[in-house]
């Protein structure tokens, strides 16, 4: 099945068929002249016509080239090999190794697993980090949003959360870089090798200079090699997106390139449906797990914004990077009032736990609520018990920060990894006054409180 170009507007480009036997939407095109790129459509205009989008350059396309159809969706390849290998969504290599091995390609768009298929244990997933573990636990198998503006840690955490959590589970990490920094993506592959995380780790990237139609297919392309090794290999799977938001973008860019009416703010009145597209797939069978760890910018840091607000209601867990604490030297800069997780429940992580985050929340928000009194007459003139509330109050925000293996090498602090059962201790002998006589300092970017050198020492 052959066509022509009729129309090029940016990245959009309208192909002539000539018969009534036309391609279907999501069909990949190919133009072959002056060089072989890749169409996906979009829509069919009628009169033999369909509106496609370049998932390259279109720089070069002129009307009356020739169109032919590759009569099938978008494919990926996948197998064992991808692992340690660098592609972008049509699996084209981007770490100059040459031609990915695939077992199969298998394409993009797939239906989420059957509703009968789908495994329901709720099991908590343990990273190391105090503040995560504590007071919004990862689901094995479930799906977590870091929710912050620019620059408050959530690529460093997201790198932080791929060492603990693929040492943990012995599984393999799937990583997709949707519209990010060239210079970022960089960084995070060297990052991989030197670590030597990126053996068991496969990246499917979708840069900031990459068309729109790129970024927008990343997270599929990614959660389709995802699916390969649940599925396939029956193993665990870590999936990270970095970032969420930027495949919404995306959406946005694709929505008003093929003439959609934007919706609330701006966004694409296909919001919702194309992100429940990606988040449904991301699930636990019989066969194994993905677990997803999603990165999501927050416009203007305001978590109202649909974009936002279309990712937040699939996810088990909402870890909320606050800027005033990564202001403060506060790392990992997690607001522990404003981040949730649904496995905070006596019945999934046990009674002690669930007390003592309780108790840990409520301290901090009483001493969220004395900031403003403390700032204009001083500690001094509080009532004793509250004296001693925000005493203990910011030992425990010093205790909840810990170093990171990732940043090691610019801190010079080693990285830590602390078990739930020693962040427990530590925040129950905070609680009771055992460690009232220490600096605040001396928690300060530390790991258990025995690191100290014994109990309440000073």
């Known amino acids: 099945m052959e066509g022509v170009i009729d129309a090029v507007h940016g990245s959009v480009v309208d ?21 072989s790129r890749t169409l996906e459509v979009q829509a069919q205009l009628g009169q033999f016509r369909v509106r496609s989008l370049s998932l390259e350059d279109s720089a070069g396309l002129v009307r009356g080239m020739r169109v032919r159809s590759a009569r ?18 049509r699996g084209a290599p981007l770490d100059g190794r040459g031609p990915v091995e695939a077992v199969a390609h298998h394409p993009i768009h797939r239906h989420a697993p059957p509703l009968h298929t789908h495994r329901s244990v709720v099991e908590p997933l343990f990273t190391g980090l105090k503040a995560i573990d504590l007071m919004c636990p990862f689901a094995r198998g479930g799906k977590t949003g870091l929710f912050g503006g620019a620059g408050v840690g959530k690529t460093i955490l997201l790198m932080e959360f791929v060492g603990a959590i693929t040492e943990s589970q012995r599984g393999v990490s799937v990583f997709a870089g949707v519209g990010e920094r060239i210079r970022e993506g960089h960084e995070l592959w060297k990052a991989f090798e030197t670590s030597g995380l990126l053996e068991r780790t496969a990246m499917v990237f979708g840069q900031m200079d990459a068309p729109p139609g790129t970024r927008f297919r990343v997270p599929h392309a990614a959660l389709t090699v995802a699916e390969y090794f649940r599925d396939e290999e029956h193993v665990d799977v870590l999936l990270l997106v970095d970032n969420i938001f930027r495949f919404v973008q995306a959406g946005t860019e694709t929505s008003a390139l093929v003439g959609r009416l934007p ?24 066969a194994g797990a993905i677990t997803s760890v999603q990165a999501v910018y927050v416009p203007a840091d305001d978590l109202n914004d649909p974009g936002a607000m279309a990712v937040v209601e699939h996810l088990d867990t909402r870890v909320i990077l606050s800027r005033k604490m990564a202001s403060a030297g506060l790392y990992p800069a997690v607001d522990v009032l404003r981040s949730e997780s649904r496995l905070l429940d006596p019945h999934v992580v046990g009674q002690r736990h669930y007390e003592v985050a309780s108790e840990v ?4 928000s009483r ?28 030992r425990l925000e010093r205790f909840l920060t810990q170093p990171f293996a990732v940043s090691e090498a610019f801190t010079g602090r080693p990285g830590v990894r602390v078990s739930i059962q020693d962040t427990l201790e530590g925040c129950e002998r905070i609680l009771k006054g055992e460690c009232d006589a220490l600096d605040e300092q001396q928690l300060y970017l530390i790991g258990a409180l025995p690191d100290l050198g014994g109990r309440g020492a000073p």
């Open 15 to 35: 192909v002539r068929f000539e018969s009534a036997s036309v391609p279907r939407v999501r069909d990949a095109l190919v133009v072959d002249e002056p060089r």
């Open 72 to 89: 099938s969706t978008l494919s990926v390849p996948v197998g064992p090999k991808l692992l340690g290998r660098v592609v972008d969504c």
């Open 263 to 286: 919706s609330r703010v701006g966004y694409q009145p296909t919001l919702a449906t194309e992100v429940a597209e990606i988040e449904e797939r991301i699930a636990s069978t019989d």
């Open 361 to 364: 929340r409520r301290t901090l």
């Open 367 to 394: 001493y969220r609520d004395l900031e403003d009194v403390i700032a204009m007459l001083g500690l001094d003139e509080l009532a004793p018990e509250d004296r001693t509330l925000v005493r203990r109050a910011r």
